[in-house]
């Protein structure tokens, strides 16, 4: 199954394919806290604003995009340039193929080209007091732990969507030795050219 796949660098006109994949996530879970389905023009905007400086890259499966990942801003300020959030979204219909760990190995390597050094994931969490969710489960907290995150920290009922509470929690990975003087972060679109996608 994995061999079928193929990950390639995000274009504003994958906007259609992506949202597609998207949207469920919006409206069945709460592994998104967004309540409404984005637009087209919405996420064409997010995609384009994300390849300013760091990567949006898809995984393809005979021409049809069925996953992507991204990484964005942990903070504005300067100091925080070396740190990321990362979001990763996969087909419903993959889940456990090994296709999120394939989009998260090629994205934590490219940051790693760009001098990033520290990845850091906000997940959704299920409220321990709400033992039954259909809307959400531990599974994404289990799949950056497999990856090499660590839980660094919880927030409790901060998320209310389908009429409950979530919790929501912050995981961290280094990918990166931490120097003095570290080197400068490059953009994205100034080391694209290094990144070799077919070994993914």
């Given at each position: ?117 520290n990845v850091?994931a906000c ?78």
């Open positions: 199954m994995e061999n079928q796949f193929t990950i390639r660098k995000a274009s504003v006109i994958d906007a259609p394919a992506i949202l597609a994949i998207y949207r469920p996530y919006v409206q069945n879970t709460a592994i998104t806290f967004e309540y409404t389905v984005p637009t087209i023009l919405e996420f064409e905007d997010r995609i384009r604003n994300v390849l300013k400086r760091y990567p949006y890259i898809v995984a393809e499966r005979t021409g049809t995009i069925v996953g992507y990942a991204y990484a964005g801003p942990f903070h504005e300020r300067a100091a925080y340039d070396w740190a990321v959030e990362t979001s990763i979204y996969v087909d419903e219909n993959l889940r456990h193929t090994g296709l999120g760990k394939r989009l998260y190995n090629a994205l934590e390597d490219i940051l790693r080209i760009q001098g990033i050094l850091n997940i959704a969490y299920p409220d321990r007091d709400d033992i039954e969710d259909r809307h959400l489960n531990t599974n994404s907290a289990e799949f950056h732990e497999h990856l090499g995150y660590r839980l660094v920290g919880e927030f409790h009922k901060c998320g209310y969507k389908f009429d409950r509470w979530y919790n929501m929690i912050w995981m961290e990975k280094s990918i990166g030795d931490h120097l003095e003087n570290p080197p400068k972060v490059r953009a994205f679109e100034d080391i694209v050219s290094e990144v070799d996608f077919s070994r993914y």
